[in-house]
């Protein structure tokens, strides 16, 4: 079983940066799309970057040109650099692991918060 484990989150101001790491037990991110995901309160837990085994990324709308997504094989790490923060970012970040490029679910992390807030 793959476990995934995020860190990063917090509080911070809009205009703010935030940097979220999800590392894997295993060396997964060369075999599967790595993913991050966000669920505010109210509202349907949505895919916000996605990176695939091979390096392509892919980016929900509302985030695109503010969020990076990276990965450090070395590490078994995957990251998003959240840039230009604002309060409509807020939500609990999910890493995810799997084979679906628009969907990869098939293994979660725990979720971190982030609040953007002044």
């Known amino acids: 079983q793959v476990h995934l484990v995020e860190s990063g989150g917090g509080l911070v101001q809009p205009g703010g940066s935030l940097r979220l790491s999800c590392t894997a037990s295993?060396?997964?991110?060369?075999?599967?799309?790595a993913g991050w995901y966000r669920q505010a309160p109210g509202k349907q837990r949505e895919l916000v970057a996605a990176?695939?085994?091979?390096?392509?990324?892919n980016y929900a709308d509302s985030v695109k040109g503010r969020f990076a997504i990276s990965r450090d094989h070395a590490k078994n790490t995957v990251y998003l650099q959240m840039n230009s923060l604002k309060a409509e970012d807020t939500a609990v970040y999910y890493c995810a692991a799997g084979f679906d490029a628009t969907n990869p679910n098939n293994y979660w992390g725990q979720g971190t918060q982030v609040t953007v807030s002044s």
């Open positions: 990176i695939t085994e091979i390096g392509v990324t």
């Open positions: 295993e060396t997964i991110f060369g075999i599967y799309v």
